[in-house]
């Protein structure tokens, strides 16, 4: 039997970067992300698998691909979950997403929810919403996002998970995701998160005003208020870059292209326009908008020299998991 496990990619409103410890995978800050729709991560697993049992290692291949980096994450996971399950067999997965790997665009999320999903799916064990979430945590501390659609939460506290704040189609938005670059980022996000908690000057306050932009964004969630959530957005998102900036040597993930779209978002914004960005740790834009606004902030994109493509999507539902 092979379980096989849909994941969308999220993206935070309000950041997540830093972690308090790095074993347990425990996020420093909450944050509160969108699932988008448009980009899927499949995920087949088989715990019974004849030629990882029989060569005694799992197999992983991601996008036709086993990537010793990727290779190594993903048997460490599945090593601490075989031990508190007490299974004795290797697996095989078989992963592949739909849109650019390692550039920013949140594969990491999608891949370690469908795992999670995965994994458990085919051991027949049905754990709780929150363990599922925990579980994908251990992968990649944005992944326990991944597992809800809508608009959700992760929480700092305790043994971290996350839950929905908002379902997908309680308050639809479009999500237009400029790709300024498809290649894979020189610093990720792992190594990247580190150096800031140790290096940046600033770290420390990026972690004491984290409560206060979650409440925010919270407040502007609960009351579909789209000119509140616009700019604690684009505020969480500067402030986290400037931790990125001030990370010694500098971390910087932007492109010129990059700045385009910026300054345009800003220019539809002085117009009137309802829509916002955010930057995640590479160098493309997520330009989100509220539907009607949609057509008009595409054609305002459209023309820009910096963009490869665009990326149309809406918000995102559950993981979803099937077994064959
Ligand atoms: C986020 N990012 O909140 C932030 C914004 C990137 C910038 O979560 O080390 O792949 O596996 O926990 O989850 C990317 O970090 O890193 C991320 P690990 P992860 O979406």
């Known amino acids: 039997m092979v379980a096989v496990a849909k994941a969308h990619p999220n993206i935070a409103l309000v950041k997540y970067w830093g972690k308090r410890s790095e074993a347990e995978m425990l996020p420093d800050v909450g944050s509160i992300s969108i699932t988008v729709s448009g980009m899927l991560t499949t995920t087949k ?82 754990p709780t919403r929150e363990e599922l979430s ?52 020189d610093v990720g996000s ?29 407040e502007a969630i609960a009351a579909k208020d789209f000119e509140k959530l616009a700019v604690i957005t684009e505020e969480s998102c500067l402030k986290m870059h400037s931790v990125m900036m001030a990370t010694p040597p500098g971390l910087i993930y932007w492109n010129a292209g990059t700045l385009e779209v910026v300054h345009r978002v800003r220019e539809l914004r002085r117009q009137g326009v309802g829509v916002t960005y955010t930057i995640d740790a590479g160098p493309q834009v997520k330009v989100i908008c509220e539907p009607q606004n949609s057509e008009r902030v595409k054609d305002a994109l459209n023309d820009l020299k910096g963009i490869e493509r665009l990326i149309h999507a809406g918000l995102g539902g559950d993981i979803e998991v099937t077994r064959q």
């Not at 043994?159 to 309680?170: C, G, V, W």
């Not at 792992?190 to 919270?218: F, H, I, N």
């Open 190 to 218: 792992t190594s990247g998160m580190k150096t800031s908690a140790e290096r940046c000057p600033y770290y420390g306050a990026w972690v004491e005003s984290q409560e206060a932009d979650l409440q925010t964004a919270r």
């Open 45 to 126: 697993l088989a715990w019974d698998d004849p030629e990882a049992n029989t060569d005694g290692r799992d197999v992983v291949i991601v996008n036709g691909e086993s990537r010793p980096d990727e290779v190594g994450k993903v048997s460490a996971w599945l090593s601490r979950f075989r031990e508190h399950n007490n299974i004795s067999q290797f697996a095989r997965v078989e992963s592949i997403n739909d849109f650019p790997t390692g550039a920013g665009l949140a594969s990491s999320a999608s891949g370690f929810a469908a795992l999670a999903a995965a994994a458990f799916a085919d051991a027949e064990l049905s």
């Open 134 to 185: 925990r579980w994908a945590r251990r992968g990649s501390v944005s992944a326990a996002r991944s597992l809800h659609g809508g608009f959700v939460e992760l929480f700092r506290e305790g043994d971290s998970h996350a839950t929905q704040i908002l379902a997908e189609d309680e308050w639809p938005l479009d999500v237009h995701i400029a790709i300024t670059s498809s290649l894979r980022k």
